[in-house]
């Protein structure tokens, strides 16, 4: 009994030594920063427009607000290696870049709370596009302030304050936000979440700016890079050092990766795989509203249930991915996925039925954590380690594009269809995904590609 407890006082220490540190708190609150903005221009956005009495096809075009999401690997290479004037030598290049972005999103964001999207539509959607962009760019920044600040040893415990701050961030944009437009009006719902931006702009400025990392693979590549620039013919000095930053920036990121067999194959699967999520969950709120749940039932249902059983889910699908590997647990949690939607199915057929309501949430957040888990640790596993900011971009960027461009038919489908024929639509569209993995699974195994290019380059 007495070791027992003292095994488990041990157990406590630790864990308050590990998730205590200063470094993992700040990446908590970056976290929190990171997710407060998506809420605001998806879920809570679309049940404003449909108080509004904006039409359901119209709201699944404002999916398309999150269209920067999707094309952030563009001008992730700017991020990267740009200075912002005068900022950045006062606070360094990931901070200046944090700290701007920061402050172009409470502007947005309170901006996007003036507008009137049942009489001028199109203001609040391009404040909404303006958000997105800003949040995207946001995410570029504190995606590699992350990896630079923490030691190799807090990567893990990294991880998982950023997905706990992450999702603590869509509950205050989603479930609070519910809350207070009941009590308050939509209008300063959105001055309170602008001003909570300063939850991430004050972290950064209470945290050191990190060491830029050397990658031996890196300086390798851009010495090859510079003897051929060299002999360029009709090129100054200034013209070279353009073409060099260029060519190491852009185009090394993009080049390795497409000199890898079967990238296509992987960037096809990127898209597909949680397709039927973002479908099911760009009409969800529209779907509660017309079954006649309240605001406050579904923030307390969809929002607080669901974001419990997405942390839960999380968890479980890092124990699968450490149990089977990632290519199996993709597969594992893929399947749940799709069986997960078909409880809409029952709800739809239930009508406002709470109990059926509050199990339906919970299945289907608990799936799409595990697969949300399993999917981030393949996105991370192709990351080549001399790229990893611009390429992890650019894959996020395609997970993005399911979410956004290809779940905007959403509104169209519900529109001419029942709920239950919608919902059946979603779960089929889970389909091509799981099939081309299992094509995958035989022909590209996760990481093997990437571990022969990372020992190429170096």
């Not at 603590?168 to 308050?184: E, I, K, Q, R, V």
């Not at 990238?263 to 597909?272: A, E």
Request: net charge neutral.
């Amino acid at each position: 009994m007495r070791w027992g407890v003292s095994n488990l006082l041990e157990g406590i220490v630790e864990f308050l030594h590990i998730y205590g540190h200063p470094r993992i708190v700040a990446i908590l609150m970056l976290g929190f920063s990171s997710g407060l903005p998506l809420a605001l221009t998806y879920g809570t956005l679309s049940l404003w427009l449909s108080e509004a009495g904006v039409s359901k096809t119209s709201i699944g075009l404002f999916a398309l607000s999150g269209v920067p999401y999707t094309f952030k690997f563009l001008w992730s290479p700017l991020v990267d290696r740009m200075p912002v004037p005068w900022l950045t030598d006062i606070l360094g290049r990931r901070r200046s870049w944090a700290l701007l972005t920061q402050f172009f999103l409470m502007l947005s964001i309170a901006a996007m709370g003036f507008t009137h999207p049942g009489e001028v539509p199109w203001w609040t959607a391009v404040f909404a596009l303006v958000t997105a962009f800003w949040s995207a760019t946001q995410d570029i920044v504190i995606d590699a302030y992350r990896v630079e600040i923490l030691d190799e040893e807090q990567y893990g415990a990294g991880a998982a304050v950023v997905v706990l701050g992450y999702r603590l961030g869509m509950l205050t944009s989603g479930a609070l936000a519910l809350y207070l437009a009941t009590w308050f009006g939509w209008t300063l719902t959105y001055q309170i979440m602008a001003g909570l931006m300063s939850v991430g702009m004050l972290t950064i400025l209470l945290t050191p700016e990190p060491e830029v990392p050397i990658s031996g693979a890196s300086i390798k590549l851009e010495k090859r890079m510079r003897a051929r620039i060299a002999g360029f013919h009709g090129l100054n000095d200034r013209g070279r050092r353009v073409v060099l930053w260029i060519s190491a920036a852009v185009v090394g990121p993009f080049a390795e990766f497409m000199s890898r067999k079967g990238w296509v194959q992987v960037l096809l699967f990127i898209l597909l795989y949680k397709l039927g999520d973002a479908l099911t969950g760009v009409m969800g709120n529209p779907f509660y509203t017309e079954l006649g749940f309240s605001r406050i039932e579904i923030a307390e249902i969809s929002k607080v249930v669901g974001l419990t059983a997405t942390i839960v889910g999380a968890f479980l699908g890092g124990w699968v991915v450490q149990r089977v590997g990632i290519m199996k647990a993709l597969l594992i949690c893929g399947v749940l996925q799709l069986l997960s939607n078909l409880t809409f199915v029952v709800l739809a057929r239930s009508g406002h039925d709470m109990a059926v309501f509050a199990a339906t949430v919970l299945i289907e957040h608990l799936a799409g954590g595990m697969g949300t888990a399993a999917f981030v640790a393949y996105l991370s596993s192709l990351c080549n380690i001399a790229y990893t900011a611009t390429q992890y971009a650019l894959l996020s960027s395609f997970m993005a594009f399911a979410r956004t461009v290809l779940s905007s038919a959403g509104g169209w489908m519900a529109d001419h269809m029942t709920w239950e024929w919608y919902f059946w639509a979603t779960s089929l569209a889970g389909l091509p995904g799981l099939l081309l993995l299992l094509w995958m699974m035989k022909r590209f195994p996760a990481g093997g590609e990437v571990s022969q290019a990372v020992e190429d380059a170096e």
